[in-house]
Nanobody, 122 residues
Framework: QVQLVDTGGGLVQAGGSLKISCAAS????????????LGWFRQAPGKEREFVAA????????HYADSVKGRFTISRDNAKNTVYLQMNSLNSDDTAVYYC???????????WGQGTQVTVSS
């Protein structure tokens, strides 16, 4: 089993910053965590869910969507089984529900969190 709990969403002004977190747990996650990516996807109203960022166990491999490169930073704390997404220079296009995800492939989610709403006001 894998449980992912997303937290930290909220309302932020354009140009501002926000950091969201996701705590992972469960027997299946503990078994595979050293081989799985942890990452984030997002879904804006009326749009399909899209990949945002992912990070490997060691942190040496990261992937970012072109739309967030240079603005978002993904990190993880393996002692806490937690992944973070630091989001800077936010704009209205970043408004979405952000979902934590994990699995063996960075851009394909095997398991999802419940999502956390990020709203950027202009």
């Amino acid at each position: 089993q894998v449980q992912l709990v997303d937290t930290g969403g909220g309302l932020v002004q354009a140009g501002g910053s926000l950091k969201i977190s996701c705590a992972a747990s469960g027997d299946t996650f503990r078994t595979y965590r050293m081989r799985w990516f942890l990452g984030w996807f997002r879904q804006a109203p009326g749009k399909e869910r899209e990949f945002v960022a992912a990070i490997s166990w060691s942190g040496s491999i990261t992937h970012y969507a072109d739309s967030v490169k240079g603005r978002f930073t993904i990190s993880r704390d393996n002692a806490k089984n937690t992944v973070y997404l630091q989001m800077n220079s936010l704009n209205s296009d970043d408004t979405a529900v952000y979902y934590c995800a994990t699995g063996p492939v960075a851009t394909i989610a095997g398991y999802w969190g419940q999502g956390t709403q990020v709203t950027v006001s202009s």
